[in-house]
């Protein structure tokens, strides 16, 4: 079991979350051009080693979070909220 | 090589055994060979089979980076089955059937292939009409064995189901199809090995690509752990490390992530189960057959997250126990043997790569998710297919990867460009 510590919820088990998938991914403007969308959907690094993932705490608070997590012994580097906005304020809180 | 036969088999019981030889070479790399399969694994050695039995092909070599039939190939559930539904799928997926049917005589190696069925369950009245829908369809382009089972007939082949009317998801009937079944997996990898080896195939075990060497659109040599091997042609059959080996080929990125399978097997028991079952309801997804040594072969969902480690997380374990448990509750008492995990290519749309790269000269078999065993004889074969002619086959012509920018995805499940979620 991984642990993942929720930003919001505190530490809780990888099962009460879904991956989302790679989490550096940046979504072109709607009226991109084509391939730009192509690479953004279905195009991915693969990395192994440490790499920035998105999480759903779908049995917890519902929020997305961003975690650095290796993907061959799968420590966790870090958690931050998905949200720049919320990231930065519960930052600030600490 | 020795052929076997019933009189080998005789003739050796007479001398004590001492008559059998090693079943391939343990050659040496040559500095050059006209075509390096980079993986190998079921189908990069079926590549290297079926390029010198149907192609002619002299000079070729299999580069495996560990044993054979230590990586996938020794990590899966066996079972063997051609029921798709999607055009291209379906095609490629009878051809491999027909393969395996043929393949412990064309190999001269028993592959211990039994069709003993594979059996669908369903529960609910949509589910039969969609099973219907898809097995119709497999009747009409070629695949003349698939049935739907109601429950009375369910009933009389496998006994000993969960039937109760209080089960959360009641079984209701089942589809069928009675050519499928099981084969060994070591022996196919070990046929292949040793059918390749006979007509020449230089097999390279421990010896594991670094880096690639690229002369303008080509690839021209292969750094390994064991030196540098030069190609005229190269083709990557490494599932799991798909990425990694692209990327050291010059490329980026590539539709597909890494995720990992569990499967499982019990200790022995008699004979309990003849067919294949497979229960997917409501989120659950399990599938389990019998061994011929006894084990209770299953396995389940993916472990819901990307991943490198050949070792699996044990929310998955417990899924797959409460499936098990709720199919086939005799299950109760049977204790695990062993647990073991894959890493598998999870492409984004559930399907396959046998392709065309943007080098000349590099080949690209990959992306077969976790369905990877059946298709591993048909796999090789179009794959061998493509190298030997440098296009594909119509079969395959799908199997791209520029589909994703074309709109012709091939999602067999219709999931979506969701690794995760095909299965």
New interface residues.
């Given amino acids: ?2 642990r993942i510590n929720c930003p919001f919820c505190g530490e809780r ?3 009460e979350f ?2 989302g ?2 989490g550096s991914i940046v979504y072109p403007a709607l009226d991109a051009p ?2 730009q969308w ?2 953004a ?6 990395i ?1 080693g440490v ?1 920035t ?1 998105s ?1 759903q705490h779908v049995s917890g608070c519902r929020q997305w979070i961003l975690v650095e997590r290796d ?4 420590e966790i580097h870090s958690v931050r909220a998905a949200h720049e906005g919320v990231a930065k304020v519960l930052e600030a809180g600490k | 090589m020795t052929r076997f036969s019933a009189w080998s088999v005789f003739r050796n019981g007479l001398s004590g055994q001492s008559g059998w030889t090693r079943q391939w070479r343990d050659p040496e790399p040559k500095k050059q060979y006209d075509i390096v399969i980079v993986g190998g694994g079921l189908h990069g050695l079926a590549t290297a089979y079926y390029l010198a039995k149907n192609h002619g092909q002299k000079n070729i070599a299999v580069v495996e980076k560990g044993w054979l039939g230590g990586g996938n190939a020794g990590r899966n559930t066996t079972i063997v089955r051609s029921n798709y539904f999607l055009p291209g799928n379906r095609e490629f997926y009878e051809h491999s059937l027909k393969l395996w049917e043929d393949l412990s005589h064309d190999l001269n190696y028993n592959v211990m292939f039994s069709q003993r069925s594979h059996i669908s369950l369903l529960h609910s009245p949509a589910a039969i009409d969609g099973a219907a829908r898809r097995y119709n369809t497999m009747r009409l382009t070629g695949t003349a064995d698939a049935e739907i089972w109601d429950l009375d007939q369910l009933k009389q082949e496998v006994p000993h189901l969960n039937y109760g009317p209080d089960a959360r998801f009641p079984i209701r009937g089942a589809a069928v199809q009675k050519r499928a079944g099981t084969a060994r997996h070591d022996a196919v990898a070990w046929g292949y090995a040793r059918a390749a080896d006979a007509l020449g195939v230089d097999i390279l075990q421990n010896c594991e690509v670094t880096s690639t060497t690229r002369s303008g659109n080509e690839i021209t040599s292969l750094t390994t752990s064991r030196g540098e091997i030069q190609a005229k042609k190269v083709g990557f059959a490494v599932a799991g490390n798909t990425s990694r080996l692209w990327q050291m080929a010059g490329f980026n990125t590539l539709p597909i992530e890494s995720h990992k399978l569990q499967a499982f097997v019990s200790e022995p028991l008699k004979p309990l189960l003849d067919q294949v079952v497979v229960f997917g309801v409501g989120g659950a997804h399990f599938y389990i057959s019998q061994s011929d040594k006894g084990g209770m072969v299953f396995g389940g969902d993916i472990d819901w997250y990307k991943s490198y480690a050949q070792r699996g997380n044990l929310p998955i374990v417990q899924d797959v126990a409460e499936c098990a448990i709720s199919i086939l509750p005799c299950l109760g008492r049977v204790r695990l043997l062993r647990h073991w995990s894959g890493v598998m290519d999870m492409s984004m749309d559930g399907s396959p790569f046998i392709c065309k790269t943007p080098l000349n000269n590099l080949y690209l078999n990959a992306g077969w998710n976790y369905g990877g065993f059946k298709a591993s004889p048909a796999s090789g074969w179009y794959f061998a297919d493509l190298i030997a002619n440098d296009r594909p086959h119509e079969t395959i012509e799908h199997f791209n990867l520029d589909r994703f920018a074309q709109g012709v995805v091939l999602d067999e499940r219709g999931a979506g460009p969701d690794p995760k979620l095909h299965g």
């Fill in positions: 079991m991984i088990d990888h099962s879904s991956y998938g790679d084509v391939e192509v690479e959907v279905f195009q991915r690094e693969n192994r790499q993932e999480w993907t061959m012994t799968h």
